[in-house]
């Protein structure tokens, strides 16, 4: 028998080019609207095609923390919107579910943290994806960073799923390179940790097999070519589906691993969990052969064995110019030991892992990755 799962999706996913410009129609006539977005893809704004007053909150940060969320709530409080719409990558989508969960009611960032502590939401919203990465268009969790604690906050609830999620891959065709690489990698992630779960559940796994498939067929094409239609749209449903994967089931070890990367280093979460995952791949491999074995040949990979596996993960990551050395990207290696403590300890993420990860095994995969 497998556990029971509870799967919360958008209720409306409108996906194509040119997309974007649904969404006035969509909202009608509000009074007002606020658009949570960063300097670049504010630039995005107009093919809403928006009516009403429209304002745009766009300091949002690669890792948002708790004072850029205050002063996101602090703009709602003020214009009091019909609407939020996140039009971004993972870190604005985050930061527009709590915004319009919160923004007209007593509570706080700590007093919803953790599952199913939102008490519920008035304002409706809708999630632009601008990136193919985190998917957090498609799911119920926002993460915000504590900067004292250096930890991620995760807030999940039912009450944060978009109304409308809007995939239109025109957006995406300005992506660099390697931008595109890493947040396609990290979507490859979510797909694979889900898979290989210890919580995995057939359904998910129907989800996880879609969004790895096409990464495998469409992120080289859309690096090479960021004008690539076809490509853009694949990584795009990956992407979203890997946010499914997200919801009931979540990720383990690998983004365990990456999270102090990017709390501590300041790495950007797609290049940490990008060079995070190959690792992890190879780490699992002994305990869950069957799933790493329909991920590899996914990916195009003849690897039958451990380190063969490891080599062409790596080789994969580094044939889309992903720097893969963590020395690198400005990493001492004597904060590497601080770092796997870090990540051993969120066992949020941790026991989901297929195969028991100690500290010095944590340790070992940032040496190997250093």
């Known amino acids: 028998m497998t556990a029971a799962i509870t799967l919360h999706q958008p209720r409306r996913l409108i996906v194509g080019a040119g997309t974007i410009g649904e969404v006035g129609g969509l909202l009608g006539t509000a009074a007002s609207t606020l658009v949570i977005a960063t300097p670049i893809t504010a ?16 300091a949002i940060p690669g890792e948002p923390d708790i004072a850029t969320l205050e002063a996101a709530l602090g703009v709602a ?37 953790g599952p199913n502590k939102v008490l519920g939401r008035n304002t409706r919203l809708v ?40 995939l239109d891959p025109q957006l995406t065709f300005t992506v660099p390179p390697a931008v595109t690489a890493a947040t396609g990698v990290d979507a490859m992630a979510h797909c694979v940790e889900a898979f290989t779960n210890k919580r995995a559940h057939p359904m998910i796994d129907g989800f996880a ?11 080289a094409r859309a690096v090479k070519d960021g004008a690539d239609t076809e490509a853009r749209e694949g990584m795009m449903l990956a992407s979203y589906y ?21 709390t501590r280093l300041g790495l950007p979460h797609g290049l940490a969990n990008a060079i995070v995952f190959p690792h992890v791949l190879a780490f699992n491999q002994p305990v869950v052969a069957e799933k790493t074995a329909e991920v590899a040949e996914a990916l195009g990979f003849s690897a039958n064995t451990r380190d063969a596996l490891l080599d062409e993960a790596c080789r994969f990551c580094s044939d889309l110019d992903i720097e893969m050395q963590l020395s690198r990207h400005g990493a001492a290696e004597d904060a590497l030991a601080g770092y796997a403590a870090e990540a051993h300890a969120n ?11 100690s500290v010095e095994d944590a340790l070992a995969i940032y040496r190997a990755a250093y």
């Open 43 to 58: 630039g995005f704004v107009d093919r809403l095609k928006l009516s009403g007053k429209v304002e745009v909150f766009d």
């Open 77 to 113: 409080r003020k214009l009091r919107p019909q609407a939020v719409i996140g039009l971004g990558g993972g870190s604005v989508l985050d930061v527009a579910k709590l915004v319009a969960a919160l923004w007209d009611g007593e509570q706080t960032l700590a007093d919803v943290a």
């Open 127 to 166: 999630q632009v994806a601008t990136t193919a990465g985190t998917g957090s268009e498609a799911g119920i969790r926002s993460l915000i960073t504590d900067p004292v604690k250096g930890a991620k906050i995760a807030v999940e609830s039912p009450h944060m799923i978009a109304d409308v999620a809007i």
């Open 209 to 219: 097999r879609m969004g790895f498939r096409l990464v495998g067929k469409y992120l």
């Open 242 to 262: 890997g946010g499914i994967c997200l919801g009931p089931v979540n990720t383990a070890a690998g983004h365990a691993i990456a999270y102090p990367l990017g």
């Open 347 to 357: 066992r949020r993420l941790m026991d989901n892992n297929p195969a028991d990860m």
